[in-house]
């Protein structure tokens, strides 16, 4: 619906003064008008200084400019306007439906550029942030010039950046861009013309921030945007703590904050000493809570509130510097003394053996010759039986005694020589909500709490269980292997001779239709797109082991590690499949394959691509990409194809049928990897949560296109048709990830039990997943629908 403009000819005298006038908006470009007057007889084109500047301003847009307008039908006027420059510009026939698509030569953009700007941010003047964060730094100190260098709160993408990147960090970077001396204390106030945010009663809410930044984001055509709001709101958290106001920051504290602040660190000095934290001496670890979007450090009299780190970082709490690991976690050592981390999560542990399960009574040794044999109570109400030690055997609290409960658990500490023949000595695991590195408490083996009369046992402690080794191996359940020629990873491919190799282009096929490449005629994209930086979801490495499922969102350059070379996949978030699968369906309620390859597969649509080729690519874009971890990536195959749906055949099936025995370095391996795997299944919920508003974006832009498809005959109103379908598909989604997740435990467990029946053993401990079991996380799969399509009353389409 967008109007051509013809610029008129104006001569060279008139050139800079039209393009200084080219201001940019969300959607057109603009052009201050020249008085007729200013401009001699002498005319010279100056399109292609217009189109040059086209594409790098606002990528796609057409071009309005006031001055005669050029209709549909003024092909001759189109064809004069473009064919003027150097430029290489192609048009249709009719405007009105045209694609325009030019190449520029390299001169005509940088000439304009040099008009517009004549330097960018020195790459070494900025620090190492969160992407969006960054970009609004560059943008700002690109900005500053020696007429604003005192007024940087004038400059929009400079108060976002400042929330972000720090006050004092962001003026250190204009002065390394500038050459300028610059305070923040000496800059002019913040305007209050400047209305950035949507004030409530002359206060900042959270959400008005949130708005903000984001605006600022799509203001500055940034490339990256934050991982979630949390990244967003952890700014904004570290904002009103320093101001102190509540959750919402009055004007006068939030141009303060702009003057006197140094986010990320506020120091706050109090008259006496604040209460410190202790931390139990075997965890160098304390982690923040799961959500926490701030952390606070406490010695004596010094508070430092910083956000919750994405990246290794260094905190420096009363003259102490702490090492940081993303998420939070101090690493390398504990806590040096005197300093806490109010609210953290302290793990506690019980280094109790664990007696045998479902035994009459429990045996207790100590050397030389301590034996006593305990019945187990029998019932819940049952009273507890008191136990004493040896003489002088004390434990860690200084009582030589302690109880067997019903129905066999141990209460209080056992001294530190007391064995149970047959018991387990119990991993000491990090919480659930742990983050970063973890150092065993204990890491001794079950001899040493065992008497020399107690059997020998299958049992292995911390210390004797192998660690994970960091490679991730098993393979994909035989029904994903090769959906649409993709196999595990979408940025690779399938050859006939099964070898996997690197893929060009992705295609997309409709098999009960003879689209497939078998009959020579799958669509192919034929541009190579390729997600270099981007979000990663990873629940953490295998070599890390544990029993967490928390899923992070971590922002990378480039494909990570992950657990080695190939374990990383490039994940499409919204399926190609998923047009095979919408086809699929229609056909089967009675629309032909004729209908369907006439109309969409093989028509020719404005743009001159097929339609079956524009919906590929509307899927094959970046922005519906993140990297996975390979078994997340499995997990999420087997519920999108609808498959390993059953408790006696759930996802996996083959590799766990493969355990046979505890010992052998293979077998352990494939354990290690079954766990992982299981974890990752565990956590697939989370993964359709929190990608839902990329889904949901994919999505409506495949039923935006399929709303432009205009069949021959009515046979199918298709972006309805799609609505409906992709509705009834995902409201089986939820389940399908915690059933399956379920089922590929319980038969992982059962499989386990077996194993060590077999071997007349117990199964050890260095397998943490056995023992705790897993709560599969589910999601709202509303969220990844879009809006219905608004179709008009009359006759479709």
């Known amino acids: 619906g967008f109007s ?12 800079n003064r039209s393009l200084f006038g080219l201001v940019t908006s969300n959607m057109f470009l603009k052009t201050r008008r020249v008085p007729s007057s200013a401009c001699s007889a002498a005319m010279t084109p100056v399109f292609v200084f217009v189109a040059a500047l086209l594409p790098v301003v606002h990528g796609g847009l057409l071009l309005g400019i006031p001055g005669a307008r050029l209709t549909a039908g003024n092909t001759s006027v189109a064809s004069s306007f473009f064919s003027t420059s150097t430029a290489t510009v192609s048009t249709s026939t009719s405007l009105a439906n045209s694609s325009i698509s030019n190449t520029l030569p390299t001169n005509s953009v940088v000439g304009i550029a040099a008009v517009h700007r004549n330097r960018a941010a020195i790459p070494a003047c900025l620090k190492t942030v969160e992407l969006s964060c960054l970009n609004l730094a560059a943008n700002c100190i ?31 970077s204009v ?8 305070t923040n204390s000496a800059q002019a106030a913040l305007p209050t013309s400047v209305r950035v945010l ?13 708005d903000f930044y984001y605006g600022q984001l799509t203001a500055v055509n940034s490339a990256n945007f934050p991982s979630s709001s949390a990244v967003v709101k952890a700014f904004w958290s570290v904002i009103t703590t320093w101001a102190a106001t509540g959750s919402t920051v009055p004007y006068k504290n939030f141009n303060d904050w702009f003057h006197f602040s140094s986010f990320p660190v506020t120091t706050i000095t109090t008259t006496t000493p604040i209460t410190t934290y ?29 956000a919750i780190p994405t990246a290794t970082t260094s905190v420096v709490v009363g003259g102490t510097s702490i090492t940081l690991a993303p998420g939070g976690t101090p690493i390398n050592s504990p806590l040096p003394p005197g300093i806490s981390i109010p609210g953290a999560t302290t793990p506690t542990w019980n280094p109790n053996i664990i007696p045998p399960t479902s035994v009459p009574s429990v045996t207790f040794t100590a050397p030389p010759s301590f034996t006593t044999i305990v019945a187990v109570p029998t019932a819940s109400n049952s009273p507890p039986k008191n136990i004493t030690g040896p003489p002088g055997d004390k434990n860690s609290d ?12 141990i209460g209080g500490l056992l001294p530190a020589d007391i064995g149970i023949p047959g018991g387990v000595k119990p991993t000491a695991a990090p919480p659930p909500d742990w983050t970063g590195a973890w150092t065993d408490p204990d890491p001794t083996s079950t001899s040493t709490h065992n008497s020399a009369s107690a059997s020998s046992s299958a049992s292995s402690s911390s210390s004797s269980c192998p660690q994970p080794t960091g490679a991730y191996s098993l393979s994909d359940d035989a029904e994903n292997s090769d959906w649409d020629g993709l196999g595990s990873d979408p940025d690779r491919r399938r050859s006939n001779d099964m070898t996997i190799a690197a893929r060009a282009g992705r295609s997309m096929t409709l098999p009960v239709c003879g689209i497939d490449t078998a009959n020579g005629n799958v669509i192919i994209n034929p541009n190579t797109v390729s997600l270099g930086a981007g979000t990663y979801y990873t629940i953490g490495t295998k070599a890390a082991g544990g029993t967490s499922i928390v899923l992070n969102p971590i922002v990378v350059n480039s494909r990570p590690v992950g657990n080695g070379a190939g374990t990383v996949a490039q994940e499409h978030i919204f399926e190609i499949g998923y047009i095979r699968q919408f086809f699929e369906s229609i056909n089967n309620q009675g629309v032909s394959c004729a209908w369907i390859v006439n109309n969409v597969y093989n028509q020719v649509g404005w743009d001159g691509r097929t339609w079956a080729l524009s919906l590929l690519q509307e899927i094959d874009q970046v922005p519906n990409m993140v990297w996975v971890d390979k078994p997340m990536n499995q997990a999420k195959s087997n519920v999108v194809n609808r498959n390993k749906a059953t408790a006696a055949d759930p996802p996996q099936k083959a590799n766990i049928d493969k355990i046979t025995d505890f010992s052998t370095t293979v077998s352990v391996n494939l354990i290690q990897d079954v766990e992982y795997f299981i974890r990752n299944f565990a956590a697939l919920g989370t993964y359709f949560s929190n990608t839902a508003g990329r889904f949901q974006a994919t999505a409506l832009r495949v039923q935006n296109r399929l709303t432009q498809i205009t069949p021959n005959t009515p046979d199918v109103n298709l972006p309805v048709a799609f609505n409906t379908w992709l509705r009834s598909l995902l409201t089986n989604y939820p389940s399908g990830c915690t059933s399956r997740a379920a089922n590929v435990f319980n038969y992982y467990h059962t499989k386990m039990t077996s194993v060590a029946n077999q071997h007349n053993s117990v199964v050890p401990q260095c397998f943490p997943l056995f023992p705790t079991g897993i709560n599969p996380q589910s999601f709202t799969w509303q969220n990844l629908v879009p809006p219905p399509p608004t179709l008009p009353s009359c006759n479709i389409p």
């Open 278 to 306: 202790t931390q139990i001496t075997w965890n160098p670890n304390p982690a923040p809570t799961s959500g926490a979007v701030s952390e606070t450090f406490v010695k004596s009299t010094t508070t430092v509130v910083i």
């Open 175 to 182: 002065e390394c861009q500038t050459g300028f001396v610059v």
């Open 398 to 409: 200084g009582n030589n005694w302690w109880l067997l409960l019903f129905p066999g658990v």
């Open 142 to 172: 690109d900005s500053v010039n020696a007429g604003n260098v005192n007024t940087l709160w004038s400059i929009k993408s400079c108060v976002a950046a400042a929330t972000c990147y720090g006050v004092g960090d962001l003026i250190t």
């Open 4 to 15: 051509l403009y013809c610029l008129p000819w104006i001569n060279t005298s008139c050139l």
């Open 198 to 210: 949507t004030w409530r009663n002359s206060a900042i809410t959270q959400q008005n921030y949130i």
